[in-house]
């Protein structure tokens, strides 16, 4: 069974700080991890995939097997990155089997 | 980007009655559709996949009779929550995707059912 757990429904930093949201997986096959972001009153979007090793809007995210983690970081965050964020999995790289975590909020205070 | 349309944002309703959620892919053919349900801080849950002319394959622990899910055409998706009770109050959304590649899946803005 696959699961995806983010132990902080809350995170709240000051603007310029560093921002990290953790997620933590289970799978025992390799997975391929994602983060979402859903922005007040927007729908849910995709930031970015494990698999791209990008860098979306100062954000970066690596996966690490040993620690089975896939933490969200930003160097300095910004008021405009207030949202929620979700943590996902995919076991078997289609849509049908994303795993989502529970998801947190994070307030970025001026 | 590809927009999905979801549509009633929220819906109140009376214990018994049936209500219906409409999910459109406004730009592309969607050949697969996706119903989620989220309850309050809580993550989203996978209810069912439908695949355009075809039945939808649901969950385990999803009643398929409750949630009647149509896909007619590769731009509609409907979920139809028969017969509704104030336990089905949700947050449900839908996603769609062209192609089997989750980059390319796109959310609706789902939709709040209150049962009353």
């Known amino acids: 069974a696959q699961r995806v757990t983010q132990p902080e429904k809350l995170l709240s930093v000051f603007k310029g700080a560093p921002v990290e949201l953790k997620c933590n997986y289970s799978?025992?096959?390799?997975?391929?991890l994602f983060w979402y972001v859903q922005y007040s009153r927007q729908r849910l979007q995709l930031l970015l995939r494990?698999?791209s090793r990008e860098s979306i809007k100062g954000f970066t995210a690596d996966l690490n097997k040993g620690e089975t983690s896939f933490h969200l970081k930003k160097p300095f965050a910004q008021e405009e990155d207030s949202a929620m964020y979700y943590c996902?999995?995919?076991?078997?790289?289609?849509?049908?089997?994303?795993?989502f975590g529970s998801g947190t909020q994070l307030t970025v205070l001026p | 980007g590809a927009v999905v349309s979801q549509h009633p944002s929220w819906v109140i309703c009376k214990s018994g009655t049936s209500v219906k959620i409409e999910c459109r892919s406004l730009?592309?053919?969607?050949?697969?559709m996706f119903w989620y349900r989220q309850f309050p801080k809580q993550s989203l849950m996978l209810m069912a996949t439908?695949?355009?002319?075809?039945?939808?394959?649901?969950e385990q622990g999803v009643e398929k009779d409750k949630f009647l899910i149509n896909h007619a055409s590769l731009t509609l998706s409907t979920l139809t929550v028969t017969s509704a009770h104030p336990e089905d109050s949700s947050f449900y959304i839908c996603?769609?995707?062209?192609?089997?590649?989750?980059?390319?899946?796109?959310f609706g803005s789902g939709t709040q059912l209150s049962v009353l």
């Open positions: 996603s769609a995707s062209g192609t089997r590649r989750i980059e390319k899946l796109f």
């Open positions: 799978y025992s096959g390799s997975p391929e």
């Open positions: 494990h698999i």
């Open positions: 996902a999995l995919s076991g078997g790289g289609s849509a049908r089997q994303l795993t």
């Open positions: 730009d592309f053919q969607a050949t697969t």
């Open positions: 439908s695949n355009e002319g075809s039945k939808a394959t649901y």
